[in-house]
C-alpha cells in the first residue's frame, strides 16, 4: 500500500511495508466516518488498522490522531507496537514517550492512550481516532472519543475501530447500520498467511458459537457473559407468534421504573408443541413489554391493553412473592392490583425457586441441555434489530456474571435483569427445575 498518493509533500516518498488483502483493501477504500472492522482472531484487522491510521495521519498534516487500546498492556505489547512496525522511518520525527505522542515530518502528532482511563483520552481536539480491540472498552470511553475527532482544519475526520464483535456497545452503535458507520467483516479463513493448522485448531477449541464469533468475525455472545449456550441461529425461530385468541402466560417483574413483562406458552405431553415436535415439554417466549416509569396500578391495564392489541387472552401471571407485600405509598398488595385487572396471579415462596442461582442454571439447562433438544425457544421478531435494547436476546447475549456471587449468576445492572428475573419467574414455573416441586399461594 503506498502512501505516495497521500503526501501532502510530494519530497516525502514512502512505503509502508504492508499489502492489504481484499477485506482489508475494502475497509481502507471505503470513507465512511465510522468504520468498524470486525473480525476473527488471526483475520489481520489489527494490521488493517495501524496502516489505516498512518494513511490519516498523512492526509490530516498540522492535526492531531490518537490510538487507544483497551488497556496500557495491549496498547505497548500489540496496538502501538503494530503501528510503530508499519510507520515508514523517515515520516517519523520524534517519540515523546512522557507525553505519550509520535511526531510525524508533516506535523501531526499521534498521541496513544488506554480505553481503560478515560481521562487519559479527555482534552484533544483530533482528526481521526483508531480504537483497538473495542468489545473490551466501556461505552464511557467510546462516547469521550467521538466527542474528541472535531479538529476543524482536519481533512479527513474519521475513527475507525477494529475488534473481535461482541453483543455490547459495539453492537448498538454498528449493529443498526445508521447513516455515516460501516461495518466490515472478515474472518480467520480470510487470511492465507496464517498457518495450515490454525483454523482446524480453532474448530477443535470452540463450540460452533463461539467459533462463528472468534474465527468468523460474527456477532455473538462474550466470552465472559452468563449464557454462553444462547446462538440466535437455533434459539429464535419463526412462526412461533400465537395466532388470534390463543391463550398466552404472563411473567412479570414489577417494579415503577423498569418493570418488564415476557408472554409465554409451555407445552408438554398432554399439549404438544406444533412446532417442535420431537420436544416432550418446551417454551415459547412469544412477545414482551417492557415500558419506563409505569407503576404497577397502570403497568396492570397496559398489559390488557398490550394483549387486546396482539388478540391474545391473558393464561396465568407469574410474578416474584415479593409483589405480595403491601405497597408503602397506595397500602395496597400488587398481586391485587393485578387481579383487580382480572390477572390470575401465582407465585412460589420456596427459596431454591426464587434463587438467582438456580433460575440462571435452569436457563441454561433449557437453552442447552446436556441430552436431547433445547427447551427454550424464542420468536424470531425479538431478534430484529428494532426490538428493546433491553429485551430478552440482548439480555441473553449480553447479561455479564455478577462478580459479587458464587456461580454464574447474572449482575443486577438495573437494565437486562428485569427481563431475566420475570422470565424465571414464568419458565419455573412452567418447567420446574429438576429435583423442585411448586409451591403457590
Known amino acids: 500500500m503506498s502512501s505516495a498518493a497521500l503526501q501532502p509533500r510530494p519530497v516525502l516518498n514512502c512505503t509502508i511495508p504492508y499489502k492489504p488483502l481484499p477485506h482489508q483493501r475494502r475497509f481502507h477504500n471505503d470513507r465512511t466516518p465510522y468504520r468498524l472492522l470486525r473480525g476473527g482472531v488471526g483475520s489481520g484487522k489489527t494490521l488493517a488498522g495501524a496502516a489505516e491510521s498512518i494513511r490519516l495521519a498523512i492526509a490530516n498534516p498540522q492535526c492531531d490522531g490518537l490510538i487507544v487500546a483497551p488497556t496500557w498492556g495491549i496498547l505497548h505489547r500489540t496496538t502501538l507496537r503494530t503501528f510503530v512496525q508499519l510507520l515508514p522511518k523517515p515520516l517519523l520525527a520524534r517519540q515523546a514517550k512522557s507525553e505519550r505522542y509520535l511526531q510525524l515530518v508533516n506535523g501531526s502528532r499521534v498521541y496513544y492512550g488506554s480505553a481503560d482511563r478515560p481521562d487519559t483520552l479527555e482534552g484533544a481536539n483530533l482528526a481521526w481516532a483508531w480504537g483497538d480491540e473495542g468489545r473490551y472498552w466501556s461505552r464511557e470511553a467510546w462516547q469521550i472519543l467521538i466527542a474528541r475527532v472535531r479538529a476543524p482544519s482536519a481533512q479527513h475526520r474519521s475513527i475507525v475501530v477494529t475488534s473481535t464483535p461482541s453483543m455490547n456497545w459495539l453492537y448498538d452503535v454498528w449493529g443498526e447500520q445508521r447513516i455515516g458507520y460501516a461495518d466490515h467483516n472478515a474472518s480467520t479463513a480470510d487470511n492465507p498467511y496464517l498457518p495450515a493448522e490454525y483454523d482446524a485448531a480453532l474448530r477443535r477449541s470452540y463450540s460452533e458459537a463461539l467459533y462463528r464469533q472468534y474465527a468468523g468475525g460474527e456477532w455473538g455472545i462474550g466470552e465472559g457473559q452468563v449464557f454462553p449456550e444462547f446462538d440466535t441461529a437455533i434459539h429464535c425461530c419463526q412462526n412461533l407468534t400465537p395466532g388470534t385468541n390463543a391463550t398466552v402466560d404472563l411473567a412479570i417483574d414489577l417494579g415503577v421504573r423498569r418493570p418488564a413483562v415476557v408472554y409465554l406458552q409451555g407445552f408438554n405431553r398432554d399439549s404438544r408443541c406444533p412446532v417442535h415436535t420431537d420436544n416432550t415439554e418446551c417454551i415459547h417466549i412469544v412477545g414482551e413489554f417492557l415500558p419506563n ?127 431475566l428475573d420475570c422470565l424465571r419467574y414464568g419458565v419455573n414455573h412452567l418447567i420446574a427445575p429438576v429435583g423442585r416441586g411448586i409451591e403457590v399461594f
Open 293 to 419: 416509569d409505569c407503576p404497577t396500578y397502570q403497568l396492570a391495564w397496559e398489559i390488557r391493553y398490550d394483549l387486546q392489541r396482539r388478540g391474545w387472552l391473558p393464561g396465568v401471571a407469574y410474578i416474584d412473592p415479593a409483589g405480595a407485600n403491601r405497597d408503602i405509598q397506595t397500602g395496597r398488595r400488587d398481586v391485587e392490583v393485578l387481579e383487580g385487572a382480572g390477572f390470575r396471579v401465582e407465585y412460589s415462596h420456596d427459596p431454591v425457586m426464587r434463587s438467582v442461582g438456580v433460575g440462571t442454571e435452569h436457563l441454561r439447562a433449557l437453552l442447552r441441555p446436556v441430552e436431547g433438544l433445547p427447551k427454550l425457544y424464542i420468536d424470531s421478531h425479538l431478534a430484529e434489530k428494532s426490538a428493546s435494547p433491553r429485551g430478552i436476546v440482548r439480555a441473553f447475549a449480553r447479561a455479564e456474571k455478577d462478580e459479587k456471587r458464587e456461580g454464574r449468576t447474572y449482575r443486577k445492572d438495573g437494565e437486562l435483569d428485569h427481563v
